[in-house]
């Protein structure tokens, strides 16, 4: 059976990666890998399902266990990567997906180098304005302070092996798709690899 890949998926709020991923996790093939994090938990969200969700103290433990193959602080909570499951789901042929922002990504980069890495964009900074205000969900202070940070992430997208631009929704899965599928074709080992 041939090994999965490990594909690490970064973008800035409000491009939509949630309902890219949500589509393509429905196929067996992928195991999307749930984080820990210190942040609270959203309405709706159950703990082991959309995040492990931990106190500061707990966090801290696993990280002197060495427990996460990466960890960030974001916006002032910790969120990382357990080890643990990854290693299963790879053997098994699963592809496993990391929904990480840029410094984990950074991470990863490092300690995993034949990951692929897969940056979603939003077509333009002010439809990504656009989107958050439609929303509705945040204040206006909230929303500039996320452009901005959207704006820091982008500029790093091209330590990314693709860049999907999230446009019209169906392109962007069949782009998702695309990339996947050329990954598991793949031959030549990225170059850290060779
Ligand atoms: P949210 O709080 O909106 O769910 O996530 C905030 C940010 O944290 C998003 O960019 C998300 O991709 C990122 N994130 C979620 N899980 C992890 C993780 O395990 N590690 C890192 N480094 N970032 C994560």
């Known amino acids: ?41 959203r309405e709706g969200e159950q703990d082991g399902v959309q995040y492990r969700f931990l106190t500061r103290p707990q966090f801290e433990s696993l990280i002197g266990e060495n427990a996460f193959l990466e960890h960030a602080e974001y916006c002032g909570n910790y969120y990382g990567t357990l080890s643990a499951p990854i290693e299963e789901h790879l053997s098994a042929g699963q592809h496993v997906i ?41 204040t206006p202070e909230v929303i500039a ?24 929704l169906e392109d962007a899965i069949a782009d998702f798709r695309t990339i996947v599928r050329a990954e598991e074709l793949r031959c030549r080992k990225p170059a850290q690899q060779r």
């Open 145 to 168: 302070g996320r452009v901005a940070q959207a704006e820091r992430e982008l500029s790093m997208k091209e330590q990314y092996d693709y860049c999907i631009v999230n446009d019209v």
């Open 1 to 41: 059976m041939q090994r999965g890949r490990l594909i690490v998926v970064s973008a800035p709020s409000g491009c939509g990666k949630g309902t890219i991923l949500s589509e393509i996790l429905k196929e067996q093939k992928y195991y999307y890998s749930v984080s820990a994090t210190t942040r609270q938990p």
């Open 98 to 138: 990391l929904e990480i922002e840029v410094e984990g990504a950074r991470q990863i980069r490092e300690r995993c180098p034949d990951a692929c890495f897969v940056f979603i964009a939003p077509p333009g900074i002010e439809v990504l304005r656009e989107r958050l205000m439609k929303r509705g969900t945040e």
